[in-house]
């Protein structure tokens, strides 16, 4: 069964730091762009960050630049998200998931994120 | 950075037609034609309903469509069934980041 499971989350004190991980299982890893999606209580899904295929490009919100890293590792199956300086308002799920992109000649088609983990709940607190 | 609009709720009863808006700029919605929807019942992870506007991944009921005018995208639910209450979100690819709308929660009277 084509999976993603997060781990890592955990209560930890304003300005610390934690580091997210992300299995990928029965399928392809390499092959998708990956991206991280956070909910915080109560509230809307916000994208966090994504990577390429093989971690050439990564984009963040502009909330997390400069605090959040995304990493991968292609023989691993897995994905990371280190996150430093961390915030009451970094309170939140973070999800993986799957971006799914294909190239047929010169066109594009993109089939949306298409798989996505359970979550890992990140909370903020002193 | 800023999210896409959408209501913050929508009803209808069993049977019936919902249609959901989800307003972005040219430099997400009205620049590519990659609006995805996303279902999410309370605690759980987001299922993807379409792709691409328009498309539905197999799986997803044909009572959902997508259709996409100007910066304005839309998902449509008919035929709505208990099942369909729940939270949905539009989402845009916006160069090489990615936007989602502030969710709109169904309810099925």
């Known amino acids: 069964e084509v999976q993603l499971v997060e781990s890592g989350g955990g209560l930890v004190q304003p300005g610390g730091s934690l580091r997210l991980s992300c299995a990928a299982s029965?399928?392809?890893?390499?092959?998708?762009?990956m991206n991280w999606v956070r909910q915080a209580p109560g509230k809307g899904l916000e994208w966090v960050a994504n990577?390429?295929?093989?971690?050439?490009?990564?984009n963040y919100v502009d909330s997390v630049k400069g605090r959040f890293t995304i990493s991968r590792d292609n023989a691993k199956s897995s994905l990371y998200l280190q996150m430093n300086s961390l915030r009451a308002e970094d309170t939140a799920v973070y999800y993986c998931?799957?971006?799914?992109?294909?190239?047929?000649?010169?066109?594009?088609?993109?089939?949306?994120?298409?798989?996505w983990g359970q979550g890992t709940t990140v909370t903020v607190s002193s | 950075q800023s999210a896409l609009t959408q209501p913050p709720s929508a009803s209808g009863s069993p049977g019936q037609s919902v249609t959901i808006s989800c307003t972005g700029t040219?430099?997400?919605?009205?620049?590519?034609?990659?609006v995805s929807w996303y279902q999410q019942h309370p605690g759980k992870a987001p299922k993807l309903m379409i792709y691409?506007?328009?498309k539905r991944p197999s799986g997803v009921p044909d009572r959902f469509s997508g259709s996409k005018s100007g910066n304005t995208a839309s998902l449509t639910v008919s035929g709505l069934q208990a099942e369909d209450e729940a939270d949905y979100y539009c989402?845009?690819?916006?160069?090489?980041?990615?936007?989602f709308g502030t969710g709109t929660k169904v309810t099925v009277l």
């Open positions: 998931a799957r971006e799914r992109w294909v190239k047929l000649e010169l066109t594009y088609y993109y089939y949306g994120m298409d798989v």
């Open positions: 029965e399928f392809t890893f390499s092959s998708y762009w």
């Open positions: 990577i390429k295929l093989d971690g050439s490009e990564k």
């Open positions: 040219s430099s997400d919605v009205g620049g590519y034609n990659y």
């Open positions: 691409e506007v328009s």
């Open positions: 989402s845009s690819y916006a160069g090489s980041t990615r936007v």
